[in-house]
């Protein structure tokens, strides 16, 4: 992919994923868990609540993650899916489905017990993942060429409950700004515009239907990576929903090939 080339120093000496011995599961858990325990969570879990279901951490992954998932993009690069919305959106992405087959390692994280637990103690809620037909669950974005951007909008769940949303840095050599706005759909508190440029192993977490946000248009010679995993608190869809939350992750993201490629498959899923 001519478009991903780039000076960015990270991406000179790319130390391949499948070069990397891969953690257990249990070692997935426990790393983080050691993590998450020197975080404090109690004033986290206000500021969440204070910021209208929107909480970001600097520094959360450990270095040695931020570098695995480094290496998975660049596992990846042949697989990113270009995608235009003329005035909307323009950036590549790599679905779950794709990740699964090139880059396990972000499966694994998404399911980690350890993180799910402590996303539930900041939410309140019991969170799920999302169906395994869903290429959101867990997918990369890519802002490589000048322009890529997307414009402002919710994360809106087509579930029955609530979509939550979880980025994580992963490259960050960029100009771009992740803008949004706290408390639009609360008339009873005053809009609160914020601005965040997060670095590789940052955290930011929200609420799809409740943070409006976007991401502003990368500059020449820079690139952007992010990750971002999708948890839901129902996993049941109406048939219209899904029809519409397909449409758009064909056109706007993954294309029709990821997204629709398992509905014919044996038993209608993957
Ligand atoms: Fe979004």
């Not at 780039?6 to 391949?16: C, I, N, Y």
């Not at 953690?23 to 209208?52: F, H, M």
């Not at 490259?171 to 008339?187: A, F, N, W």
Request: hydrophobic residues 30%.
């Amino acid at each position: 992919m001519s478009d991903t080339a780039t000076p960015d120093s990270t991406l000179t000496q790319p130390a391949h994923a499948a070069a990397l011995d891969r953690p257990s599961k249990r070692d997935i858990d426990s790393t983080l868990n050691a993590r998450l325990a020197s975080l404090q969570t109690p004033k986290l879990r206000d500021e969440y609540g204070q910021q209208g279901s929107f909480l970001y951490i600097e520094d959360f992954l450990p270095r040695d993650y931020t570098e695995r998932l480094i290496a998975a993009v660049h596992d990846v690069m042949p697989s990113v899916n270009r995608n235009y919305l003329p005035g909307h959106k323009a950036g590549g992405s790599v679905s779950r489905h794709t990740l699964d087959k090139l880059a396990p390692f972000i499966a694994d994280l998404y399911r980690s017990e350890a993180l799910i637990k402590w996303l539930e103690a900041i939410t309140g809620d019991k969170l799920q993942l999302s169906p395994q037909d869903d290429p959101h669950a867990y997918a990369l974005y890519f802002y490589t060429r000048p322009g890529d951007h997307i414009g402002w909008h919710y994360d809106t769940s087509y579930y029955e409950g609530r979509r939550y949303t979880l980025l994580l840095g992963v490259i960050d050599d960029s100009s771009c700004k992740l803008d949004y706005e706290l408390h639009t759909k609360t008339p009873e508190v005053p809009d609160q515009p914020g601005s965040v440029q997060y670095p590789p192993g940052a955290f930011v977490f929200f609420d799809g239907d409740k943070l409006r946000h976007r991401v502003t248009p990368l500059g020449e010679n820079e690139m952007r990576v992010s990750l971002t995993f999708e948890y839901v608190t129902n996993p049941n869809m109406r048939p219209f929903q899904r029809f519409i939350s397909n449409m758009k992750d064909s056109i706007a993201y993954f294309g029709f090939r990821q997204v629709f490629r398992r509905k014919g498959g044996k038993n209608g899923q993957a």
